[in-house]
């Protein structure tokens, strides 16, 4: 028969085929670790979001602001990270944290806008 062993503490196993903890204590701890790695990368995202809207919010003094990708880089801005995508009907893309979004105009510059200006574009 094959050996089997405990999924938290490698102990191996002699209970039923389908057991794969020695004990209750081993499952609540393999279980609480699982969903703590799954909490840590939820965390780790948002805390991304968080500063993004930060940093935008902070720039975008004037509800619709210009400002160059170097500044936004410069203040931490993370690019890989967004909660959505607005296209309007001329087909402008607007990227957004939250309330809080940018659309590049070219290579360099970027234009920071409010989520109540979706109405007017
Ligand atoms: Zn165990």
């Given at each position: 028969?094959?050996?089997?062993?405990?999924?938290?503490?490698?102990?191996?196993?002699?209970?039923?085929?389908?057991?794969?903890?020695?004990?209750?204590?081993?499952?609540?701890?393999y279980?609480?670790?699982?969903?703590?790695?799954?909490?840590?990368?939820?965390?780790?995202?948002?805390?991304?979001?968080?500063?993004?809207?930060?940093?935008?919010?902070?720039?975008n003094?004037?509800?619709?602001?210009?400002?160059?990708?170097?500044?936004?880089?410069?203040?931490?801005?993370?690019?890989?990270?967004?909660?959505?995508?607005?296209?309007?009907?001329t087909?402008?893309?607007?990227?957004?944290?939250?309330?809080?979004?940018?659309?590049?105009?070219?290579?360099?510059?970027?234009?920071?806008?409010?989520?109540?200006?979706?109405?007017?574009?």
């Amino acid at each position: 028969m094959e050996k089997r062993y405990c999924l938290e503490c490698g102990e191996p196993l002699r209970g039923r085929a389908d057991q794969k903890f020695c004990s209750d204590v081993c499952r609540t701890a393999y279980h609480n670790k699982l969903h703590a790695e799954k909490n840590s990368v939820i965390r780790h995202v948002n805390s991304i979001l968080r500063k993004n809207r930060n940093i935008l919010t902070k720039l975008n003094t004037e509800g619709k602001t210009k400002i160059t990708k170097e500044k936004l880089t410069r203040e931490g801005f993370n690019f890989s990270y967004i909660t959505n995508i607005y296209t309007t009907k001329t087909g402008n893309i607007y990227y957004y944290c939250y309330d809080q979004g940018y659309m590049s105009l070219n290579d360099h510059m970027y234009i920071l806008v409010r989520k109540q200006e979706w109405i007017d574009n």
